[in-house]
C-alpha cells in the first residue's frame, strides 16, 4: 500500500506536460480488436486503466505492446469472444469490448463492468441497442452474453446521451449490415476521436461531436495509426492546481475548445487564463471568487472536474452552489474535504460550500478517480502536510502526477504505508 504525503503551501511555476486523453486511448483500445490488422496508438499515458485494459485484450488473443515513448501496438488476429472476470470488474470501460466482439465475432461475454462508485451507471442503453441491432443479450450470474449472427443496422434513440452506449454503438455499427443512425447521441471529444480513428479504419462514421451519428456498415476495417488528443481533465486538474495556490503556471498540450467551460468557470472565480495555441497560461488570484456549478453533459461542465472546484470553491469568499446532475454519489470526497477544513453541506445532488475556509494538512483516502485529484490539490493549498490513502484510484488516470506537481515546485511525494496488523 502507498500513499501520497504533500506539505501544503508552496506557489508552483513552471510549465506541466499533458498527458494523452485516457477516455479516448481506452476506447481506441477496444476499436482495435475490430480488424485483424495491426493498429498504431500514440500519446498513450502510463496509467493503471491503460494497463487493465490491455490484460483484457491479451486475455481474449490480442498482442499488445507498449513502448516507453507512448506508443502502443495491438494486432488482434485470433480473439476470443469472452473477456476475463478480474479485469472487467475492475474498469467500467471493460463494457467498450462487447460492441467490437459483438460486430467482430458475433458473440461475446463478459462480467459486469466495475470501475469508480459514483453511483448508478447501469450498461442498459449498451445493451438495449445492442438488442435493437439484432442481439440476443443475457444477463445472469453476473455476466452478459451476447449473439448474434451479425448485426443490423438500425435508428436508435438514447433515452440519455451516454458517452459510454455512443461509442459502443458506434463501434457495433461500422460492421453492421446496412446504416445506423444514433440520436441524442454524446458530443464529448473523446467520441470525435473514436469516430477519427474508426475511420481511419475504413469505417464509414459522420456526425460525432453533435446529437446524431450514421454509420454505414462495411464488411471489414483494416489497421490505424493515431495520435490521441490531450487529456482535456488534467489539463483542468491543473488549471485548478494554478488557481488554489495562487501561482502562475503554463499547461500544454491543450485544445483550447476542449476546456471552454472550464476557462469560463474559473474566470468567473476570478483567474487569468490566456490561450495560444496548445498552451493555456493560468494565474491564480489572491481572492477566489463564489460561483454556481452545474455538471452536465458535454458541451456543459464536465462531471469529472466537479470535485476538483468542490475543493477550489472551499476557499472562495462566500457561498458557492454546487449541483451535480450526472452521477448519483459523487460527493463522497466531501467528507474528506471537511478533515481538512471546509465547510461543505451536501443535499442530495446538490453542495452548499461556504468559504472562505482555512484549508490544513490531514490524513484522507481518495474514494474514486477524480476525488483523488481532489485531496491532492486541496493538500497543496493546505498548510502543514496532507497524506492521502487509496492513491491506486489516483493512478488509474493521472500519469506521473507526483512528478509532474514536483516539477512546477511541489512538495509531494511517495511513501509506502505499515499496515496497522504488521506493528502488532
Known amino acids: ?203 464509414r462514421v459522420r456526425g460525432a461531436g453533435t446529437d446524431t451519428i450514421k454509420v454505414q456498415g462495411v464488411r471489414e476495417l483494416g489497421g490505424a495509426d493515431h495520435t490521441v488528443i490531450p487529456d482535456r481533465i488534467e489539463a483542468g486538474t491543473f488549471m485548478v492546481a494554478a488557481v488554489m495556490t495562487g501561482s502562475e503556471i503554463a499547461i500544454s498540450p491543450v485544445i483550447s475548445e476542449h476546456l471552454e467551460m472550464v476557462r469560463a468557470k474559473l474566470r468567473e472565480a476570478g483567474a487569468e487564463i490566456e490561450v495560444a495555441g496548445e498552451t493555456a497560461w493560468v494565474k491564480g488570484n489572491a481572492h477566489i471568487l463564489p460561483i454556481q456549478v ?21 476557499m472562495a469568499e462566500g457561498v458557492s452552489i454546487v449541483t451535480e446532475s450526472v452521477y448519483t454519489n459523487r460527493f463522497r470526497h466531501v467528507d474528506e474535504l471537511q478533515r481538512m477544513g471546509a465547510s461543505i453541506t451536501v443535499d442530495g445532488r446538490l453542495a452548499v460550500v461556504r468559504g472562505p475556509r482555512h484549508l490544513t494538512g490531514a490524513r484522507v483516502r481518495a474514494s474514486d478517480l477524480r476525488a483523488g485529484a481532489a485531496l491532492v490539490l486541496a493538500g497543496l493549498a493546505a498548510d502543514g502536510v496532507t497524506e492521502i490513502e487509496g492513491v491506486g484510484h489516483i493512478d488509474r488516470g493521472y500519469e506521473n502526477l507526483e512528478q509532474k506537481l514536483c516539477g512546477l515546485g511541489a512538495d509531494i511525494h511517495r511513501e509506502l504505508t505499515v499496515p496497522v496488523e504488521a506493528l502488532i
Request: proline content about 5%; hydrophobic content about 45%.
Open 294 to 314: 452545474r455538471s452536465a453533459p458535454h458541451p456543459g461542465f464536465p462531471t469529472d472536474m466537479q470535485p476538483q472546484f468542490l475543493a477550489l470553491l472551499s
Open 1 to 203: 500500500m502507498e500513499k501520497i504525503v504533500i506539505t501544503g503551501g508552496k506557489p508552483l511555476a513552471g510549465e506541466v506536460h499533458v498527458s494523452g486523453a485516457k477516455n479516448a486511448v481506452l476506447k481506441l483500445m477496444a476499436a482495435s480488436l475490430m480488424t485483424d490488422q495491426e493498429c498504431i496508438i500514440r500519446n498513450v499515458p502510463n496509467i493503471k486503466d491503460v494497463k487493465t485494459m490491455m490484460d483484457i485484450l491479451r486475455s481474449i488473443g490480442a498482442v499488445v505492446e507498449l513502448s516507453a515513448d507512448g506508443v502502443m501496438r495491438i494486432q488482434a488476429k485470433e480473439l476470443s469472444w469472452e473477456a476475463p472476470d478480474a479485469s472487467a470488474r475492475e474498469m467500467r470501460a471493460s463494457i467498450q469490448v462487447m460492441g467490437p466482439l459483438l460486430a467482430r465475432l458475433g458473440k461475446a461475454r463478459l462480467s459486469h463492468p466495475g470501475g469508480c462508485d459514483l453511483g448508478a451507471r447501469p450498461v442498459d442503453l449498451h445493451l438495449a441497442g445492442f438488442r435493437k441491432m439484432g442481439a440476443v443479450i443475457q444477463e445472469e450470474y453476473g455476466h452478459i452474453t451476447g449473439q448474434s449472427v451479425r448485426l443490423r443496422g438500425q435508428e436508435i434513440y438514447l433515452d440519455y446521451p451516454s458517452v459510454g452506449a455512443t461509442e459502443n454503438l458506434m463501434m457495433a455499427a461500422v460492421l453492421a449490415e446496412g446504416n445506423t443512425v444514433v440520436r441524442n447521441a454524446a458530443k464529448e471529444p473523446e467520441i470525435i476521436e473514436v469516430q477519427n480513428f474508426l475511420n481511419c479504419m475504413g469505417a
